[in-house]
């Protein structure tokens, strides 16, 4: 199918158009809205962080290419950081990867390990860029729908067992999951590694919201189950856990072979990035257990707020276990299409929301519902709330 409004665009990429998240926060400059679409923090990361960026900078470290693996005093970091929180063992100089964001290290794999015509099998609703992903690398999504059950999306593991083909190549998951905030249960993972250890598949886990999770929920990350360290690649990010997105440092931690496989294919992509950032990521990894809980703590505050606020403005509100999203139901409200809702929403509310149709292929079982970022200031989600209130009638 050739799109008119982007007659150039080849066939593997002409399903997707600009970003959700670009869309999105143009519509909210564009109104003056409040946005709680696009999730990124709206205040920065530590301060002695952005110092060592600085001194970095100043120093002259990173100021030119970077190792293609990453900076050492980085690689050694986030193995530090594994073995430390999670008894993950991963040598700096084979098994780590530094990568431009995790949207790289998504791309990198992706592209360093599909044949064409291999199938992957994806939560859905995915983050958009592993549709897109996939399509580049020449791969087919099969998608397992994540349902609202008990108030909250949850993964039916006979549905991912039926999903599994011969050709299937791998597993992409996300946990905690955007757009859901759902966090796969040590269970669910028990039974995903299982499923992949009997059909040798690979897994690529992207685990960038590792340190955002709450009340009982925990994180585990699926390389700790029994034969899953050989056979999975695990995604994190700087951007989430100490609010600089725009840093783009990204990292894997993997076994040899699989790094190698990813790390062919991302140096074609941006060779290295980000190099002062890199030292001060360093940093920020060997930060303190009280900053990981304090950040955590400011966070689920804020779900609180913001998910008080949405129910009482007549939201079926999702309580996430993890992230920093809310995903709602607008059909408590009368409404029924959240691309159409969220369009509305900055005139009728002043708010802009991303719709959760944009992450499905069964785009009919995405469309009621909508995506609220909660990382903003307390003052801002309270004014967001007062503001959402008037849907309320
Ligand atoms: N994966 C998920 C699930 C995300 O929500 C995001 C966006 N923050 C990314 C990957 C991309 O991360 P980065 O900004 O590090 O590229
Ligand atoms: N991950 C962010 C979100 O889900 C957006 C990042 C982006 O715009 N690529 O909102």
Not at 123 to 152: F, N, Q
Not at 349 to 377: L, Q, S, T
């Amino acid at each position: 199918m050739t799109s008119t409004a982007r007659p150039f665009l080849n066939r593997r990429l002409a399903e997707f158009g600009t970003t959700i998240f670009a869309e999105m926060s143009a519509l909210a400059v564009r109104t003056g809205a409040i946005n709680l679409g696009q999730g990124f923090p709206d205040t920065d990361g530590p301060e002695e962080i952005r110092e060592a960026a600085v001194r970095a900078l100043r120093d002259g470290r990173g100021n030119q290419y970077p190792p293609g693996p990453g900076v050492p005093e980085l690689r050694a970091a986030v193995a530090a950081h594994q073995q430390r929180r999670y008894g993950l063992s991963y040598d700096p100089d084979t098994e780590v990867l530094v990568t431009a964001g995790a949207t790289e290290a998504i791309a990198a794999a992706l592209l360093g390990l599909l044949e064409p015509g291999d199938e992957v099998v994806a939560l859905e609703p995915y983050y958009d860029s592993y549709a897109a992903c996939i399509a580049m690398a020449g791969g087919r999504r099969v998608p397992v729908t994540l349902r609202p059950h008990e108030g909250a999306f949850r993964l039916d593991l006979d549905e991912l067992r039926d999903a599994v083909t011969d050709r299937t190549r791998l597993l992409l998951l996300n946990t905690p999951h955007n757009p859901t905030g759902t966090v796969l249960t040590r269970e669910e993972l028990a039974a995903i590694a299982e499923l992949a250890v009997e059909r040798d598949l690979l897994v690529v886990t992207d685990e960038v919201y590792e340190h955002l999770v709450f009340d009982d929920a925990e994180h585990v990350p699926i390389a700790t189950f029994p034969g899953m360290r050989e056979r999975t690649v695990t995604i994190g990010s700087a951007g989430k856990t100490f609010s600089f997105t725009g840093w783009k440092v990204g990292w894997v931690t993997a076994a040899p072979a699989l790094v190698t496989a990813v790390r062919s294919a991302k140096q074609y992509l941006t060779y290295v990035a980000s190099g002062p950032f890199q030292y001060a990521v360093a940093e920020a990894l060997a930060l303190p257990e009280t900053y990981f809980t304090a950040f955590r703590d400011d966070m689920r505050a804020k779900r609180d707020l913001l998910a008080a606020g949405l129910t009482e403005a007549g939201f079926g509100v999702h309580r996430p276990a993890g992230t920093y999203f809310i995903t709602t139901d607008i059909r408590p409200l009368g409404f029924g299409d959240g691309f159409a809702f969220c369009r509305a929403l900055p005139e009728r509310a002043g708010v802009v929301a991303i719709p959760n149709a944009v992450f499905y292929d069964h785009r009919e079982a995405g469309a009621p519902f909508v995506r609220f970022a909660f990382c903003k200031r307390t003052a801002v989600l309270e004014e967001a709330v007062r503001r959402l209130k008037a849907l309320a009638g």
